[in-house]
């Protein structure tokens, strides 16, 4: 028997990190968790969840979870400690708890386990980061943080469209957006909308008070960061941006592992999906515009604009990072611009850029592990 255990820990070992759940095993997209425990497979890595919860750094051997062929369930079972910790905890409330704050400052802390991805992204940290940098900034939209109707006031002397977006979103909730009009005497109007689900709510304002106000009533408890509206292209009078995926290759150096396109609803002010946006081809959407050849030099350019803001990500973050997603938009004159970063991407549709995405996963786990700690 003590050989046996032996010859399983000679596997590599790479937990998925989330947190438990009372209605069912424990959080975290269920499918994307299985995929990757089969691509481990493929590639020789034992694959597995752990919860914060079981976590523990100094046993050879923890509970996780496996994911059962024949039964189709989940069984808790022993298994050997993981060499890497790859953070799935879906949501910034459960990752800011102290019991799951514990644990990713102990792995990061640990010299055994080689932990990425520790922690979700906050817009303005991230806006502060990327402008900051030379090789960054040409990317950034006008930026800043809302505190007062004045920034409102500054923002809309330079800019017809502010986007409103909170410091701390997901998926495109909470986004409102100004556009600067005016009427036919000459007088300023502003027009302040919102998305509700699927549906957009219109209300006019004749100050930048008024505004604040309006914007007050609706933004909750989160904290906003105010941003100059991009004119960007469209297609069949839809406007779109670019989503792509950016992973450390089992070189450890970042790569584009794909390229999506989002399409704004017909009457969306984003292109998320869950707000009614769908999905499309990059290059088909940009020759629309710009034609064939140009399209395919935009895409080289995205290309190099996602590997440079990556870099600067991981380097301003100082944390070891693997994975981000990006939505970065072009306007009509052909500018790339970067809009935010999501340290938990979501899965992608697009089965090209899915399989090679949980592919980079494994050999990225398999590269922390061969080469040691990284810092």
Not at 146 to 169: E, I, M
Not at 246 to 254: E, F, I, L, P
Not at 265 to 289: F, N, Q, W, Y
Request: net charge positive.
């Amino acid at each position: 028997m003590g050989f046996f255990l032996h010859e399983i820990r000679q596997k590599p070992t790479l937990a998925i990190l989330t947190v438990k759940d009372s209605n069912r095993v424990f959080r975290g997209n269920l499918d994307n968790f299985r995929d990757l425990i089969q691509t481990g497979e493929r590639f020789g890595v034992d694959v597995y969840i752990v919860t914060t919860k079981d976590f523990n750094l100094t046993s050879p051997e923890i509970y996780g979870y496996r994911f059962n062929d024949e039964t189709k369930k989940w069984s808790r079972e022993l298994v050997p400690a993981p060499q890497v910790v790859y953070n799935r905890i879906p949501y910034r409330k459960m990752e800011m708890k102290p019991e799951v704050q514990q644990t990713i400052q102990s792995c990061n802390r640990s010299s055994s386990i080689q932990l990425f991805n520790p922690s979700f992204f906050n817009k303005w940290t991230l806006f502060g980061w990327l402008s900051s940098a030379k090789e960054s900034k040409p990317y950034m939209p006008d930026t800043q943080q809302l505190n007062s109707a004045n920034d409102l006031t500054q923002l809309l002397r330079k800019h017809a469209v502010l986007y409103l977006k909170p410091v701390k979103g997901k998926a495109g909730r909470g986004i409102m957006r100004i556009d600067r009009l005016t009427t036919v005497n000459g007088r300023r109007n502003y027009r302040l909308s919102r998305q509700e689900d699927k549906k957009m709510a219109y209300s006019y304002h004749h100050s930048t008070d008024e505004l604040w106000n309006e914007w007050n009533k609706h933004r909750g408890t989160h904290d906003y960061i105010v941003q100059q509206g991009i004119a960007l292209t469209r297609y069949k009078e839809r406007a779109y941006d670019l989503r792509a995926l950016v992973q450390k290759t089992s070189k450890g150096v970042w790569s584009v592992s794909g390229i999506g396109a989002r399409v704004a609803g017909r009457a969306s002010i984003t292109t998320h999906v869950p707000r009614g946006g769908s999905i499309d081809e990059p290059r088909k959407l940009l020759a629309s515009v710009f034609g064939a050849t140009e399209a395919k030099n935009i895409l080289k350019r995205v290309r190099k604009a996602a590997v440079t803001l990556a870099e600067q990500i991981e380097k301003s973050s100082g944390n070891q990072l693997g994975e981000m997603s990006m939505d970065i938009g072009v306007d009509t004159a052909g500018h790339i611009w970067f809009f935010e970063a999501n340290s938990k991407p979501m899965k992608f549709d697009e089965p090209k850029i899915r399989q090679k995405s949980l592919e980079r996963i494994i050999r990225y786990s398999l590269y922390l592990i061969n080469n040691g700690r990284r810092r």
